[in-house]
Nanobody, 122 residues
């Protein structure tokens, strides 16, 4: 069973920062588009950001300029640096892997982690 293991969620006040991490098996990490999607209570899934193998990144509009996605190829680990957090960023965040990239496609991944909760208080 393929496992993507997220960590780094938590509770912060508005304006704070968190860094999410996602450790992936090398086979997945090396061959799939990696990214993050989120799901807030009562809401649909939303693609947040993804990163291609060449390092190019794409962000959904609400998170441009505040979130940064990156990858450490030596550790097969994906990151999401979340800065200037807002209460509306509160959601469960999931690491996702899919063969083809796309913010909408990420919400229906081939593989995903168990999720990590991010809670931002005002």
């Amino acid at each position: 069973q393929v496992e993507l293991v997220e960590s780094g969620g938590g509770s912060v006040e508005a304006g704070g920062s968190l860094r999410l991490s996602c450790a992936a098996p090398q086979l997945i990490y090396s061959n799939y588009c990696m990214g993050w999607f989120r799901q807030a209570p009562g809401k649909e899934r939303e693609g947040v950001a993804y990163i291609r193998h060449d390092g190019t990144t794409t962000y959904a509009e609400p998170w441009k300029g505040r979130f940064t996605i990156s990858r450490d190829n030596g550790k097969n680990t994906l990151y999401l640096q979340m800065n200037s957090l807002k209460p509306e960023d509160t959601a469960m965040y999931y690491c996702a892997a899919r063969f083809s990239c796309g913010l909408a496609r990420l919400t229906e991944p081939y593989y995903r982690g168990q999720g990590t909760q991010v809670t931002v208080s005002s």
